[in-house]
């Protein structure tokens, strides 16, 4: 079983949508949960920690599910610039376990 | 200029050859890795070190070596690389006084003939 599942999508959603991604995960251990955004080809940057009360940046909400596992990413008003793919990590208790999810492919349209 | 930086940033090569991938920071973190990323399968770590005395293997450490040179200095290399070792390759850098955010380098694009 892979320790971070991701829906790879794509998800094609016009400008002004809100689009929602999930990411669960497996170890309960886990510690310590953020979301990275990678556009094609370049590296990935870290888009938003994810803390237990959740946490909100601008149109982006990140909220965390302890008892059933999973993390969320909402984008609200979408913008093309939102375009990209977004990869969750989870990090285990160690803090030396970095764990991706495949990612999962945004694409706004016009 | 970037805070972390690889060489060579494209690579191709041939099955058999060995491969040094280097990877160089600025940014005056003790943490380094080395990940690679395929289509389907996400990234995934090589290799860590948490240190210039420390070496540790990550989830898919065989048929790879690391050198940690200096604090700056992590280099990740292939013996005898092969076609299944076509991938792109991210070094990543962290301090865990500022949390675990890891900061990336540009990738290695590198292909196995």
């Known amino acids: 079983r892979k320790e971070v599942e991701q829906d790879p999508g794509p998800f094609n959603v016009p400008e002004g949508a809100t689009v929602a991604f999930n990411c669960t995960y497996s170890?309960?251990?886990?510690?310590?949960f953020f979301w990275y955004r990678q556009d094609c080809r370049k590296e990935p940057k870290l888009l938003m920690s994810?803390?237990?009360s959740g946490n909100e940046d601008g149109r982006f909400t990140a909220q965390l599910n302890r008892a059933s596992q999973y993390i969320s990413l909402l984008i609200r008003d979408s913008k093309l610039s939102d375009s990209a793919t977004y990869l969750c990590?989870?990090?285990?208790?160690?803090?030396?376990?970095?764990?991706f999810g495949t990612g999962t492919s945004l694409t706004v349209i016009p | 200029d970037a805070d972390v930086t690889q060489t060579p940033r494209n690579r191709i090569t041939k099955t058999g050859k060995r491969i040094m991938l280097e990877c160089s920071q600025t940014?005056?973190?003790?943490?380094m890795y080395w990940y690679r990323q395929d289509p389907g399968l996400g990234l995934r770590l090589i290799y860590y070190s948490f240190d210039v005395k420390d070496i540790n293997k990550g989830e898919i450490s065989d048929g790879y070596s690391v050198s940690r040179q200096a604090q700056a200095k992590f280099s990740l290399s292939l013996e005898s690389a092969i076609p299944n070792q076509t991938a792109l390759y991210f070094c990543a850098t962290s301090d865990p006084g500022i949390g675990d955010e890891q900061f990336f380098g540009p990738g290695t694009r590198l292909t196995v003939l």
């Open positions: 990590v989870v990090i285990l208790n160690t803090g030396n376990q970095f764990y």
């Open positions: 994810v803390y237990s």
């Open positions: 170890n309960s251990a886990s510690q310590s």
């Open positions: 940014k005056g973190h003790d943490r």
